[in-house]
């Protein structure tokens, strides 16, 4: 390198490009005595040295000490790039103590809580790890105004963020003020880095180019081709072309053909129109809007002009502008950049004038008011917008496409395709689709968990279990496989810190439904008397109406326009919870047990009838029960009031045991039980009831009930009212007399059960007759109770008869169900014994279809088996008769297989039939 060589570049420091770079930096920092005290250290070496100052400071405990120790390796590619703009600029030591000088400030500041160091310094790797690679040219790179200019913002973009790092520390000095506000400075690391990239990018072709100007042969075919290429674009009459696409397209960029479709019909430049095409994509944060709208214009050639702007605020949406308006040629000098507006207008005139077709695209626009001054309002091209807010497809776009999830088949293909595994292999599909179904489909998290699986070398089936315990810290990762900025713990961050009021509220009940249908009349019907102070809106149409918009406008949450169904991403329950500390958890879950109790009768304190007219309603409510339950498991919620829960489980298990479902009914009534602490309540009477219905062991049923019967005894003399009391409850008491009636009828004893059932204060004068006029149905178990009796006493006519009324009784109002299929059998064997095999065996054929339908019916099936084996055997079809026979045996031990080999008889297969069915 000459003398004069040097000397040219000695004197490059007094350029306007530098003195500009250090003005920004001191305008960012904002302080001038840290202006000062960062010109105390000048290269790595008096970094470190001060390191080791920070570390006697900090408890010895602390993993940042560690992470402090690997400072020099992390600054590598920092310190090479240091190198350069010395060895370039003259080694002005100014230069290269914005850079070392301002990070010695930035880890002071930081220290005082260790996990701001760490994040400082993860800061510090990312930032090093996306500057340019220039160690090997810096000693011959010639200068030239572009490289320089090039040079010149790569190291404006790092010294103005330490700038703004250190006068974020300043302006939020204590460890709690820094906390809340600490997302503020990942989402400007998040954009400078991003920036940074760009410009690096730009910096290694400066490069290149310079480096090929060494060799004039290179250099001349080069610039040879280049004028001839620019003289054929002239001679074609081809316009330019202006390309401005910051965003980095996906390299596994998956499906999603019917939103590109929806796209190209929208907006196709091939399709003349008057009038500008505006289309938006919508949907919540995280479903790959804008990789979507980066697929579009990437593959576009027939657009002349591509310009994307960042629309998530003002800010980056002005900075947007200034650097088209710059691509553009609209605006040169420095002071037309600074006009933010200004460039804003350029370019909308420019577009409105441009004859070639064009594209601009506005991602993330959230807030779609910044979009009314940058919005074109007419030209030869397209707007494309990207948004968490269903109301752009009303203004300002004209139609629109709702982004979704992907469903478990093109989800699971995503997630295996991102870790490189097998989609054809079963097993690998199996574990996908599990992990997709956590995932809710969602691609961030596909693409985050995704990379997260690949850097692990994790097997699938290793995942979930791992998930299972640490999901709040495996949210939080970042991926290299993606360069969005935010995370699953962050994606949603800022659309929930600004909700407030009953919007917020409503938010923070969500996780306690099932995410994929809560019906606004569940909400408001059941808050009606919750005297619950802050929830009063949700029974106030436009109140809640007004809670939900906010939510809906978020991207938050989503509602069905025709069912008016809310719904949510199990992943935004996640985050949900995340942010709620466990006393809030506890008196959220106290308000929506209280909510849902509304949609089962009380049929605990008071007479009701039956529950079958409300079954429509509990059927809605039992999902939400069910998760609710499930709920609290998982987060080990406690109770504000337990009584208050023991009592919605018990409400629930009785629409359970009413459906058959017998199994879920008696787990539900064992949690109520263990969650009674007063056991002289009605309650926990009625919960000791419920669980000897259940049991199978008669004896233990029956003593269940006279516990049952002590407990409402002294339940009662805790009440003043004795009598009123008494007539609200006595049908409790009626059901436990059914309940023993049948437990007599079982031992073989039909007329004291006859009389047992007399002494039902609802049945008090019956006849035969009663039950068959009634409309109850709650009356069907005790005309089955009545046949059975008379079929014990040896009154086969009157049996038959009851019987035959209790069916079509509850054909028509319970439908295939389990009580149903008991009853068909009680007719058939009743027939039979009247001598009327074939309608026997044609019930018993109904009964197989239903019982082979239902989850809880393999008993009854079993037991039907047995009986159409007995009674083909008797019409001599032998072959028909071991066929059932091999059926019903094979089922039975599959059922209890310590009854293998038991005899062949109808009393052991009743015993794999629920009992107390009636």
């Known amino acids: 390198m000459t003398a004069k060589s040097k000397a040219d570049r000695e004197n490059r420091t007094a350029r306007p490009l530098w003195h500009r770079a250090l003005e920004r930096y001191r305008d960012e920092l904002n302080q001038n005595d840290d202006y000062q005290s960062v010109m105390e250290t000048t290269s ?174 290179k250099y001349d075919e080069v610039m040879g081709l280049i004028e001839k290429f620019k003289e054929t674009r002239v001679n074609a009459n081809e316009p330019k072309r202006y390309h401005y696409i910051p965003s980095m397209l996906s390299p596994r960029f998956w499906g999603r053909e019917d939103a590109l479709h929806a796209l190209q019909e929208a907006l196709s430049p091939d399709q003349n129109s008057p009038l500008l095409k505006t289309f938006a994509l919508y949907g919540m944060g995280g479903v790959g809007k804008t990789q979507i709208a980066l697929q579009y214009v990437n593959l576009r050639e027939s657009y002349k002009t591509i310009l994307w702007v960042s629309a998530d605020n003002v800010s980056n949406m002005g900075q947007s502008f200034r650097e088209i308006a710059k691509l553009l040629g609209l605006a040169q000098t420095e002071l037309e950049l600074q006009d933010t507006q200004g460039c804003i207008l350029k370019v909308r005139d420019w577009l409105t004038e441009a004859s070639d077709p064009w ?39 004209s139609t629109g496409f709702r982004v979704q999830p992907f469903d478990a088949a093109e989800g699971s293909e995503v997630l295996l395709n991102l870790v490189g595994l097998d989609s054809t292999s079963k097993l690998n599909r199996e574990k996908a689709v599990e992990i997709m179904d956590t995932l809710g489909g969602l691609p961030l998290a596909l693409t985050q968990i995704g990379g997260f699986i690949v850097q692990r070398r994790l097997p699938l089936r290793d995942f979930l279990p791992l998930y299972e315990r640490n999901a709040s810290e495996i949210d939080a990762r970042k991926t290299s496989i993606s360069d969005y900025e935010h995370t699953l713990s962050t994606v949603w961050e800022k659309s929930m810190r600004e909700l407030e009021g009953d919007a917020q509220t409503l938010f923070n009940l969500l996780p306690y439904f099932q995410q994929d249908g809560i019906d606004e009349m569940t909400l408001s019907q059941g808050s009606i008397g919750l005297n619950a102070s802050g929830y009063e809106f949700l029974h106030d149409d436009m109140d809640l109406g007004d809670a939900e918009e906010a939510l809906l406008r978020t991207g938050l949450m989503d509602k069905n326009a025709e069912t008016a169904l809310l719904s949510t991403h199990r992943l935004i329950h996640a985050a949900i919870i995340r942010n709620q500390s466990p006393e809030t958890r506890e008196v959220i879950f106290d308000v ?99 669980s000897g219905l259940i049991d199978l062991g008669p004896m233990k049923g029956l003593i269940a009930f006279e516990e049952a019967l002590t407990n409402i005894t002294l339940a009662y003399t805790e009440m003043w009212e004795h009598d009123k009391t008494f007539a609200a409850h006595s049908d409790r008491i009626g059901n436990s007399y059914s309940n023993m009636t049948s437990l007599l009828l079982r031992m073989k004893r039909p007329d004291e059960a006859e009389e047992m059932l007399k002494r039902c204060p609802s049945l008090k004068d019956f006849t035969d007759e009663t039950f068959i006029k009634t409309g109850n149905p709650r009356f069907s178990g005790d005309m089955v109770l009545l046949s059975r009796i008379r079929l014990q006493q040896g009154r086969l006519d009157e049996a038959l008869k009851v019987a035959e009324n209790a069916l079509d009784f509850r054909r028509k109002l319970l439908g295939n169900r389990l009580k149903t299929c008991d ?84 009393e052991e297969f009743m015993k794999l039939c629920v009992w107390m069915l009636w």
């Open 44 to 217: 790595l070496g008096d970094l470190l040295n001060y390191t080791k100052t920070i570390e006697t400071r900090m408890p010895r405990d602390r993993g940042a000490s560690n992470s402090l120790q690997r400072l020099g390796p992390t600054l590598k590619f920092l310190d090479d790039f240091s190198a350069v703009i010395a060895g370039c600029f003259g080694a002005d030591a100014k230069l290269t103590a914005f850079v070392w000088g301002s990070i010695r400030l930035m880890l002071g500041l930081a220290s005082s809580a260790g996990d701001s160091l760490k994040e400082v310094l993860d800061m510090l790797e990312e930032l090093s790890l996306a500057l340019p690679s220039l160690r090997t040219h810096h000693t011959s790179l010639d200068m030239d105004r572009e490289l320089e200019a090039a040079l010149v913002d790569v190291y404006t973009e790092v010294i103005c963020f330490y700038a703004r790092c250190i006068h974020f520390f300043r302006s939020y000095p204590s460890v709690l003020m820094r906390r809340g506000a600490w997302e503020e400075c990942r989402d400007d690391f998040a954009r400078t880095l991003r920036r940074l990239r760009r410009l690096s990018a730009t910096v290694e072709r400066e490069v290149e180019f310079a480096r090929m100007k060494d060799n004039r042969r």
């Open 359 to 397: 594209i601009l695209i506005f991602d993330n626009a959230d807030d779609l008011k910044v979009l009314r001054h940058a919005w074109p309002t007419y030209g030869q091209g397209a707007v494309l917008v990207t948004t968490r807010d269903p109301n752009v497809v009303h203004s300002p776009a």
């Open 592 to 690: 929506v047990v209280r909510i849902l109790s509304w949609g089962f009768p009380d049929s605990l304190s008071r007479d009701v009838g039956h529950q079958f007219p409300s079954w429509a309603n509990c059927e809605k409510y039992l999902p939400h029960v069910n998760h609710l339950v499930a709920h609290r498991k998982r987060h080990k919620i406690g109770l504000v009031k337990s009584e208050r829960y023991g009592k919605l489980l018990l409400r629930h298990s009785w629409y359970q045991f009413a459906l058959g479902c017998y199994d879920v009914a008696k787990s539900l009534i064992i949690e109520a039980l263990e969650t009674c602490e007063n056991k002289t309540t009605l309650s926990y009477a009625s919960a000791v009831d419920s």
């Open 823 to 906: 009853s068909l059998y009680d007719v058939a064997s009743l027939l039979h014994m009247h001598g009327n095999t074939t309608s026997a065996i044609e019930l018993l054929g109904q009964l197989v279809d239903i019982a082979g339908s239902i989850p809880e019916g393999k008993g009854q099936l079993a037991r039907a088996y047995f009986k159409l084996a007995v009674l083909h055997q008797e019409k001599g079809r032998h072959s028909e008769s071991n066929t059932y026979r091999e059926m019903a045996e094979s089922l039975r031990a599959e059922l209890k297989p310590e009854a293998v080999g038991a005899p062949f008889n109808e």
